[in-house]
């Protein structure tokens, strides 16, 4: 069934609504799913971790890139991954406005949520929560 999007008058989207409703929480609730049967499947993962310590030592597999694969799969799941360095420089042009409303209308579901967490971290940037 589709979603009822809101416009004004003028045919400009109400607050906090977009040309495009979000399948955010759909693929959050499918994730969720995918996840739980991998757990239940693999005895709660431990089925996988063997697997992959299995090619770490080399049982499996005694290709070294394999190996170097696993290792870094173990090492992002035991101690998370290394933060990643973002170079920010901020101008303040037109470029820097943002997308035109024909732009949002033609951009993919994709687009719009990277724009999305862009325009949160610049928020975020100008507030000061993140200092540079």
């Known amino acids: 069934m589709a979603d009822i999007i809101k416009r004004k008058a003028g045919g400009q989207y109400a607050a906090n609504t977009s040309g495009r409703p979000s399948l955010k929480k759909r693929k959050k609730a499918g994730a969720r799913q995918v996840a739980e049967l991998i757990q239940k499947e693999s005895e709660g ?60 209308a033609l951009a993919t579901d994709d687009e719009l949520e990277a724009l999305e967490q862009a325009q949160a971290v610049l928020l975020k940037l100008q507030s000061g929560i993140i200092d540079v």
Not at 61 to 75: F, H, N, P, V
Request: proline share 5%; hydrophobic share 35%; net charge negative.
């Open 45 to 104: 993962g431990a089925e996988l971790v063997k697997y992959l310590f299995d090619v770490f030592r080399g049982t499996n597999y005694a290709d070294d890139s394999m190996r170097k694969w696993a290792c870094e799969q173990l090492l992002d799941r035991g101690f998370g991954r290394a933060p990643q360095v973002i170079d920010v420089n901020i101008e303040h042009s037109e470029a820097s406005q943002g997308p035109t409303p024909d732009q949002l």
